[in-house]
């Protein structure tokens, strides 16, 4: 592999994958595709949730749907098999979605990975 391995939220590439079946796509992401080899990961479709699917926040350390449900398995679950693929790469960066309860603010992936030392970087 010539390119260095980084993990990239599934969304930002434009794949319809949010909560809404909605996507976005940062221009920023043109430069990575570039310079690195990109692997998207979408960590609540690997933890079993759907798109669309319930919006859902943070509530200390747990993620609560906007319907009052924990959906925080789904998101671990998810998290760890993000993870489990970052390894399988030797991951050492990751571009994750800010504002996400699983990739950004205090997200369960984005605490996950740091743990192990990947270094995040919210776009």
């Not at 671990?76 to 979605?97: C, D, H, P, T, W």
């Amino acid at each position: 592999m010539d390119k260095e391995p980084v993990i990239i939220s599934m969304c930002s590439l434009g794949i319809p994958c949010q909560y809404r079946a909605r996507s976005f796509r940062r221009k920023i992401v043109d430069n990575y595709m570039d310079k690195y080899f990109l692997i998207p990961v979408c960590p609540e479709q690997l933890g079993g949730l759907s798109t669309p699917r319930v919006a859902c926040h943070l509530e200390g350390n747990k993620i609560i749907g906007k319907e009052g449900k924990d959906y925080t398995s789904f998101y671990q679950r998810g998290a760890e098999l993000a993870l489990k693929i970052a390894r399988g790469y030797s991951v050492k960066k990751a571009y994750l979605k800010r504002g996400s309860p699983s990739c950004g603010v205090d997200g369960v992936t984005k605490k996950l990975f740091e743990k192990e030392g990947i270094k995040v970087y919210l776009i």
